[in-house]
C-alpha cells in the first residue's frame, strides 16, 4: 500500500517495524482512528469490539491487520491508551511529535503521517475505522457502524 511504503509501525513492545515487514502477509488494513480523551460508550464498544475482531482473526489466521492511528494529546496518553489495545500496531506518537517540532520550528508545511492519514480518509471525528485491502482500495469507510451491527460477522463481510 502506497500510503505505508517507507514508513515504520510501533508494535506492542514499542519496536518500530517498517510497515512493509509489518503487513508482509496482510490482505486487509483496518485503520483505527481513535484516542484516550474519548470516553463516550461508543469508544469503549468498538475497542471492545476491535479486540475481539482482531482475536478471532488472529484464530482464523484471516490476514487482517489493525493500525492505531493516534489524535491522542500527549505521548503519555498514547502509551496509556496504546497498552489497553489488542497486539497490533500504531502509527508512532514521535512521528507526530518530530513532525510538530520541524513544523513550528522551520514554519514548514510538512504534515505528520497520522494526520495524513486522517486527510486521505477524511476523518473528522473518533472513533473510526477504515477498513482497505492491502493495495489500498477502500473496503469500506463505515467500519465502525459495520462492526457495531455485524460483530465477529464483519469478517466475513470484509474479507469477502
Known amino acids: 500500500m502506497d500510503l ?3 514508513k515504520c509501525l510501533l508494535n506492542k513492545i514499542k ?17 483505527f482512528f481513535g484516542a484516550m480523551w474519548c470516553k463516550s460508550p461508543d469508544c469503549k464498544v468498538i475497542l471492545q469490539k476491535l479486540k475481539e475482531l482482531h482475536k478471532e482473526n488472529l484464530r ?3 490476514g487482517l491487520e489493525v493500525i492505531y492511528v493516534s489524535s491522542d494529546t500527549s505521548l503519555e496518553d498514547f502509551d496509556t491508551f496504546y497498552k489497553t489495545h489488542g497486539g497490533w500496531f500504531a502509527v508512532p506518537f514521535q512521528d507526530d511529535l518530530a513532525e510538530l517540532v520541524v513544523r513550528y520550528s522551520l ?4 504534515v505528520s503521517f497520522s494526520r495524513q ?4 480518509f477524511g476523518i473528522t471525528n473518533v472513533p473510526n475505522l477504515i477498513v482497505v485491502k492491502k493495495n489500498g482500495e477502500i473496503i469500506t469507510k ?3 457502524q459495520e462492526i457495531v451491527e455485524k460483530g465477529l460477522n464483519v469478517l466475513v463481510t470484509w474479507t469477502d
Open 60 to 62: 482464523r489466521n484471516m
Open 107 to 110: 514554519n514548514t508545511r510538512k
Open 142 to 144: 463505515a467500519g465502525r
Open 15 to 31: 519496536k518500530l517495524i517498517p510497515a512493509e515487514d509489518a503487513m508482509r502477509n496482510k490482505t486487509i488494513i483496518i485503520f
Open 117 to 120: 492519514l486522517r486527510r486521505v
Open 4 to 6: 505505508l511504503q517507507g
